[in-house]
Antibody, heavy 119, light 114 residues
């Protein structure tokens, strides 16, 4: 069974940092692209970042470029999202998501972890 | 970036009746080389993450009931639930994966029981 389990969310002050982790199991992690998608409670889905299967390529939404960094450890079956210079508008549930490639649908989603940026 | 626009924003349908949700992309998501539309539909029930329902515009994900169907090509797409069940109450999102990044979603359509 495919499982994606996020952790690392919480309350952080504006300008602070957080590192999200997503532990994957139930599939050959190194064969898949991984994504982060966020959702402000009660609002829509917004793609944040993606990383290809061998970590040679990463992409970011304009709203987080230069502040967030995605990475992965294929030996640990884990993907990370380092979030720096956090702003109130980064407050959202962050989902870890799997995709077969850069032009494939998102076939499995984690339960999400809530990040709240507030003083 | 490709902009995805869904209609309506909300919809109330009686149990057993048909529900139809529309999605329009600002550019075609049809790849002529393989004749595939790079369009997916997701269902998000309250308190849950989204779930993939349909991809390539009309292919049902494994385990998705056959009352769910997707149609359309190019820039105009439709998700149809042929006979609404209580468990189908959710927000539905379309997404294009043709020109990425970014991976853009529609704003969502909230489906309720009338």
């Amino acid at each position: 069974e495919v499982q994606l389990v996020e952790s690392g969310g919480g309350l952080v002050q504006p300008g602070g940092s957080l590192r999200l982790s997503c532990a994957a199991s139930g599939f050959t992690f190194r064969n898949y692209w991984m994504y982060w998608v966020r959702q402000v409670p009660g609002k829509g889905l917004v793609w944040v970042s993606r990383i290809n299967s061998d970590e040679s390529s990463t992409d970011y939404a304009d709203s987080v470029k230069g502040r967030f960094t995605i990475s992965r450890d294929n030996a640990k079956n884990t993907v990370y999202l380092q979030m720096n210079s956090l702003r109130a508008e980064d407050t959202a549930v962050y989902y870890c998501v799997r995709g077969a490639g850069g032009r494939w649908p998102f076939d499995y989603w984690g339960q999400g972890t809530l990040v709240t940026v507030s003083s | 970036d490709i902009v995805m626009t869904q209609s309506p924003d909300s919809l109330a349908v009686s149990l057993g009746e048909r529900a139809t949700i529309n999605c329009k992309s600002s550019q075609s998501v049809l790849y002529s080389s393989n004749n595939k539309n790079y369009l997916a539909w997701y269902q998000q029930k309250p308190g849950q993450p989204p779930k993939l329902l349909i991809y390539w515009a009309s292919t049902r994900e494994s385990g998705v009931p056959d009352r769910f169907s997707g149609s359309g090509s190019g820039t105009d797409f439709t998700l149809t639930i042929s006979s609404l069940q209580a468990e189908d109450v959710a927000v539905y999102y379309c997404q294009q994966y043709y020109r990425t990044p970014p991976h853009t979603f529609g704003q969502g359509t909230k489906l309720e029981i009338k």
